[in-house]
C-alpha cells in the first residue's frame, strides 16, 4: 500500500490520492482480486458531473468506449445516462480505469465507488485488474485523465503517477496513455499459450500463479501442484524434450517404430550436404539438426547452389545440419496431448495476394496491419518480417519488394510454413483420416511426450499417408497452441482444456485443505494447536504464526508471518499437505487474504486492538475486517465462530459453509444453540459433571466426549481460561476436517505452554529462585484474560512483577487504558517502549502508560520506565527474589526467551544458599 502525507487534503482544490492498495485475494470491499485508491475530492466534492461544464461531452468524446458501459443497468448507457443526471469524480474515474485498461487489452469490468464513513468527500474507488502493473497505471492515467478535464482551478492532481500520463493542450493524450499501457501489458502478460492454459485452469477454479516473468505458472496448491511453462509440464520427462531436439535421433527412433519418416544424413560442412542430397535423390529439405520455429530451414531444394546457401541458413542455428529427403505434400501441425490427437492445422506459408496495383512492399503492410499480428509469439498471428530471407526468395522467383504482382496472383514469402514466420493456420482436424491420426499417436507415444506437436507432410490429411505418400518431419516439444486457439480458417479448438484435464483428471483436486485463523487474541496458540492435531493426520503440516512460517518442526522463516505473502509461501511449497494460516488484520487490509477460498475459517473473539489504524475505528469496523475470513469459506467448508462472543456470532449469516459453534459459557439448552444442532448442525462446549469440565462435540442427537480439561496441560487445570476456549476452537477446526475425537484427544493432552509448543504464549519458566512468565499479550484483553490466572501461578506468597508496554500506534486512550489494566495484576510494573515509537516521539509511550496506571492508583514506587526491551528485561529480572512472579510481556519473543535463560541472578543464589545455612 501506498499511503501519503495528506493532512488537510481533504478540504483543499483538486484531487488527492490518499492511498493504494492491490487486493490479490478476498479483501474488505469483495471476494475478487482489485486495486484501491482513496481520493480526497475535496472543494471538488460540490461538483457532481451534471454541474461541470462540458465535462461530459469531453469524456464521451475521449473515452467513447464509457458510452457502452452499463454500471449496474442491464443495457449498454448505464454510465453515460448517470453522468448526465450527475455522479461523483471518484466513480467517473472508476470506469476511466476500466475502459484504460479494456483498450489496452486487458479486458475488466467490475468495479465500485463508496464513500468513506465520517470523512466528507473521501472515497474508496475499487476496481477489477488483470495485470496489476496496467491496472496501476490505468488508474493514474484516470485520475489524470478526469484532472485535465476539470476547471482551471481544480486540474491539478497529488497523489503520485505511477504512469507518466500525456496532457496536450486540451486534456489528456488518450492515444499516448493507451499506447504506454499496452507497452506496459506486453511486458507483463502471458504468452497465448500460457495464458490458455491459466485461463483453462481457472474455469476450473484451480489456483494459477505466476512464479517468474518468463511465464513459469504453478497450478494448485501445495504437494497438489503442477507447473508449467508454456506447454512444458512439469511432468514432461527430459529425455523426451532431448530427443525431440535431436532431428536425426528422433527419426531413428520413429523408423524403427515402424512409422514413416524421411530419410536423412547428418553432416557438417556444405560439400558434404551437397553429397548427401546426390545420394538422397531429387529434392531435399536442409535444416538444422536441433532448431525449431523454423529457423534455418530450406525445403523443396535441388541445385547445388540452393543447396550451399540452404546449408549456410542451418549452419547459422546448428553446427550440424541434417539433409532430408523432400516429401511430398501440405504442412500439417498435429497436436497430441496425453497420447491422443486433439486438433490438426494446415499451415500456409507467409505469402501475399495480388490485386494488380500495389506492390509487394505495401501488401506485405496491410497484412501486417491486421490486429491479430504481434511481433513474436505475444499474438495469435506473427508479422511478416521483410529480411535477407525473405528477398532471396522473391529473388529466386524473379521479383523484388517493389514488384506488382497481378491481381489474384499468390507470392510466397517463406520457405517454410511457422506461424513465427508471419504464416497462416487453416483448423483440419474434423478431416484427418484414422491411420494419419493414429501414426501421430504413436510417434508423440515413441519419443515420450506428454504434449506434442508433430509435423506431418500430407498431399490430403483426410486420406492414408499409405495411400497419398508424406509423413512425419518432426516431433517437438513445447509446441505453441495459437494456430489452433484462433486458426485463420476453420472453427477453434480449446487444446488447453485437455493439458488440465491430464494433469488433474476428474475428481482431482489442485487444493490442499487450508484452515485460516482470525481474532483479536489467541490466534497463534490456536493455530499450532490445530498443526499438532494435524501432524498426526497428514504427513505434511504448513504452519503460519506471528512467530515465523513452520513445515513440521522446520522454520523457513521467522519473524511476523502472520499475512498474506506467508500464506503464498506455504501455498507454493511442494511438500505441503495441509496449510494452517494465521490471518491478521494487518494483511487482509493491505492486500487482502493469500489465498481465494478456505476450507475452514475459524474468527475466535473480537475485541479492542489496532483500532483508529488503517480506517478501523470501532469493534464492528474490526467485525467486518475478521469476517473477510468467514466471506472467504468455500460452500462446501466451515466456518468455526466463538459462540460467546456477540459480533463472533452475528458473522455467521456471511459465511457460504456451514457453520461450527465452540462455547466456554454456553451450553447446548440456548435455543439457538440447541436449534442449530438439532439441525444437524456441530458444536463443541465445555461441559461440568461432578466437578470436571470437558470437552465435548454435539451433533444432532449425538454427543461425544472429546477430552478432559484438565487432561490439557496449556489449560492448567482450566484456570487458563484463554487456553480452553483455542482448545476448543482447535477441536471445531479439527473436526471440520474429518479428524475424530480420538486422534484430537492425544495431541491437546501433550500440548503444553512452553516455549517449544508454543513460543512467547503464556509460557511458563521455572529455571530461577523465581517463576517467569513470557506471553505476547500486546492489547487490553488479553492482559485481563492473563490477569486472571497469575493468582494461580505464584508460590510461596511472592510478588509479582511485569514489564509491560504497548505498541505506539494505537489510540492514546488505549495506551492508558493498559497502564491501568497492568496496576491490579502486578505488585510492581517496568514500563518500556516498543522497539519503536511508531510515529510517536520517544518516551511519549511511556508517559501515557503512567497517566493510565496513576489514574488507577499506583504510587510512584510501584511504577520504573525503561525506554529499551532488553534493559527493561533485565531491569524486571534484577528486581525479582525468590518465590516472585515475573511476567513479561515482549515484543521480540525469541530475544527475550533467550535472554531469560541466560539470566544468572547471582546475588539471588548467594542469598539462598546463606538462608539455607542459617536454617541448618
Not at 382 to 411: C, N, W
Not at 896 to 912: D, G, I, K, W
Request: charged content about 20%.
Amino acid at each position: 500500500m501506498i499511503d501519503l502525507d495528506t493532512a488537510g487534503d481533504e478540504e483543499r482544490a483538486g484531487l488527492h490520492v490518499l492511498a493504494r492498495n492491490v487486493y490479490r485475494g478476498p479483501h474488505l470491499f469483495g471476494l475478487l482480486p482489485m486495486i484501491r485508491i482513496q481520493i480526497a475530492l475535496g472543494e471538488l466534492e460540490a461538483w457532481p458531473t451534471d454541474r461541470l461544464p462540458a465535462f461530459v461531452d469531453r469524456l464521451l468524446a475521449a473515452l467513447p468506449g464509457l458510452a457502452r458501459h452499463g454500471c449496474s443497468c442491464p443495457n449498454e448507457g448505464g454510465f453515460p445516462r448517470r453522468l448526465r443526471e450527475g455522479t461523483w469524480l471518484g466513480h467517473v474515474i472508476e470506469h476511466v480505469a476500466l475502459e484504460l485498461q479494456t483498450l489496452a487489452g486487458s479486458a475488466v469490468s467490475r468495479g465500485k465507488t463508496r464513500s468513506v464513513r465520517g470523512r466528507p468527500g473521501v472515497y474508496n474507488i475499487l476496481y477489477r485488474y488483470l495485470e496489476e502493473d496496467v491496472g496501476l497505471a490505468a488508474g493514474a492515467a484516470a485520475i489524470a485523465l478526469v484532472a485535465a478535464l476539470l476547471p482551471a482551478p481544480y486540474r491539478q492532481w497529488e497523489g503520485g503517477a505511477l504512469l507518466p500520463a500525456p496532457v496536450g493542450s486540451d486534456g489528456l493524450d488518450v492515444g499516448a496513455a493507451v499506447e504506454q499501457l499496452i507497452a506496459l501489458r506486453k511486458r507483463s502478460a502471458l504468452g497465448p499459450t500460457t495464458a490458455a492454459l491459466a485461463e483453462a485452469a481457472r474455469r476450473r477454479t484451480i489456483p494459477v500463479a505466476r512464479l517468474d516473468q518468463q511465464g513459469l505458472l504453478v497450478l494448485g496448491w501445495g504437494s497438489r501442484q503442477q507447473r508449467l511453462r508454456a506447454s512444458i509440464t512439469g511432468r514432461t520427462p527430459q529425455i523426451a524434450v532431448s530427443l525431440a531436439g535431436n532431428k536425426d535421433a528422433t527419426k531413428a527412433l520413429l523408423a524403427a517404430a515402424g512409422l514413416p519418416v524421411p530419410k536423412g544424413i547428418v553432416v557438417r560442412t556444405a560439400e558434404d550436404a551437397l553429397a548427401a542430397a546426390r545420394k538422397l535423390g531429387g529434392p531435399v529439405a536442409v535444416k538444422p539438426l536441433d532448431g525449431n520455429h523454423g529457423r534455418g530451414v530450406s525445403t523443396s531444394v535441388e541445385t547445388p547452389a540452393d543447396i550451399g546457401t540452404a546449408f549456410d541458413h542451418a549452419a547459422k542455428i546448428s553446427s550440424r545440419v541434417i539433409v532430408e529427403k523432400h516429401l511430398p505434400g501440405n504442412d500439417h501441425r498435429m497436436l497430441v496431448i496425453d497420447g491422443n490427437l486433439v486438433a490438426v492445422a494446415e499451415r500456409v506459408p507467409a505469402h501475399i495476394v495480388g490485386d494488380g496495383i500495389r506492390s509487394i512492399g505495401e501488401l506485405i503492410s496491410i497484412v501486417n496491419a491486421d490486429p491479430r499480428r504481434g511481433d513474436g509469439h505475444e499474438s495469435m498471428l506473427t508479422k511478416i518480417r521483410v529480411d535477407a530471407a525473405l528477398m532471396d526468395l522473391l529473388g529466386k522467383q524473379g521479383r523484388a519488394i517493389g514488384s506488382v504482382p497481378e491481381a489474384g496472383e499468390h507470392v510466397l514469402l517463406r520457405g517454410t510454413a511457422n506461424l513465427s514466420s508471419g504464416g497462416t493456420a487453416i483448423d483440419r482436424t474434423d478431416m484427418v483420416h484414422p491411420d494419419n491420426r493414429l501414426i501421430a499417436e504413436m510417434a508423440a507415444r515413441a519419443v515420450g511426450l506428454d504434449i506434442a506437436g508433430i509435423d506431418f507432410l500430407s498431399p490430403d490429411i483426410a486420406r492414408s499417408v499409405n495411400e497419398t505418400g508424406g509423413g512425419i518431419v518432426e516431433v517437438n516439444a513445447a509446441p505453441g497452441f495459437r494456430m489452433h486457439l484462433a486458426p485463420s480458417e476453420g472453427p477453434a479448438r480449446d487444446v488447453a482444456a485437455p493439458v488440465i484435464a491430464m494433469l488433474y483428471p476428474p475428481r482431482t483436486t489442485s487444493r490442499i485443505p487450508v484452515v485460516a485463523i482470525t481474532g483479536t487474541n489467541g490466534k497463534s496458540t490456536t493455530a499450532r494447536m490445530v498443526a499438532a492435531i494435524l501432524r498426526g493426520v497428514y504427513p505434511t503440516v504448513g504452519l503460519t504464526t506471528t512467530s515465523g512460517v513452520y513445515v513440521n518442526d522446520l522454520l523457513l522463516k521467522s519473524g511476523d508471518s502472520s499475512g498474506p505473502k506467508s500464506a503464498r509461501m506455504l501455498l507454493h511449497n511442494p511438500a505441503v499437505d495441509i496449510a494452517v494460516l494465521e490471518t491478521a488484520r494487518g494483511g487482509i487490509l493491505r492486500e487482502g487474504l493469500g489465498f481465494d477460498y478456505a476450507t475452514v475459517g475459524a474468527v475466535l473473539n473480537i475485541s479492542e486492538d489496532h483500532l483508529g489504524v488503517g480506517g478501523i475505528d470501532t469493534l464492528d469496523d474490526l467485525a467486518a475486517v475478521k469476517g473477510v475470513v468467514v466471506r472467504s469459506v468455500a460452500r462446501r467448508g466451515f466456518a468455526v465462530l466463538n459462540f460467546d462472543d456477540r459480533r463472533v456470532r452475528t458473522l455467521a449469516r456471511r459465511s457460504r459453509g456451514r457453520i461450527i459453534w465452540f462455547s466456554r459459557t454456553g451450553t447446548v439448552a440456548h435455543p439457538v444453540m440447541a436449534a442449530h444442532v438439532a439441525a444437524g448442525g456441530r458444536a463443541i462446549l465445555v461441559e461440568e459433571h461432578s466437578g470436571s469440565a470437558s470437552l465435548v462435540q454435539y451433533e444432532g442427537d449425538r454427543r461425544t466426549a472429546i477430552l478432559a480439561v484438565s487432561d490439557m496441560p496449556a489449560s492448567l487445570g482450566g484456570a487458563a481460561g484463554f487456553n480452553v476456549e483455542n482448545a476448543l476452537a482447535a477441536c471445531a477446526i479439527a473436526t471440520a476436517l474429518g479428524v475424530v475425537p480420538d486422534q484430537i484427544a492425544g495431541p491437546l493432552k501433550r500440548f503444553s505452554s512452553n516455549f517449544k509448543d508454543n513460543p512467547g504464549r503464556f509460557n511458563i519458566i521455572d529455571v530461577h529462585p523465581f517463576r517467569v512468565v513470557i506471553d505476547y499479550a500486546h492489547n487490553i484483553a488479553s492482559m485481563r484474560a492473563l490477569g486472571q490466572c497469575l493468582g494461580s501461578l505464584k508460590t510461596g506468597g511472592g510478588r509479582s512483577i511485569g514489564m509491560v508496554s504497548m505498541p505506539g500506534d494505537r489510540r492514546d486512550e488505549d495506551i492508558m487504558e493498559m497502564g491501568a489494566t497492568a496496576v491490579p495484576m502486578l505488585d510492581h510494573i517496568v514500563f518500556r517502549e516498543g522497539p519503536d515509537g511508531r510515529g510517536r516521539p520517544r518516551g511519549e509511550v511511556l508517559r501515557l502508560l503512567e497517566k493510565g496506571a496513576r489514574s488507577a492508583g499506583a504510587s510512584a514506587e510501584r511504577i520504573s520506565f525503561v525506554l529499551e526491551e532488553r534493559d527493561a528485561v533485565l531491569a524486571t529480572l534484577r528486581l525479582a527474589r525468590p518465590n516472585d512472579l515475573v511476567v513479561l510481556f515482549p515484543t521480540r519473543v525469541e530475544e527475550v526467551h533467550r535472554q531469560v535463560m541466560a539470566f544468572r541472578p547471582e546475588t539471588l543464589a548467594t542469598a539462598s544458599r546463606e538462608t539455607a545455612h542459617a536454617d541448618g
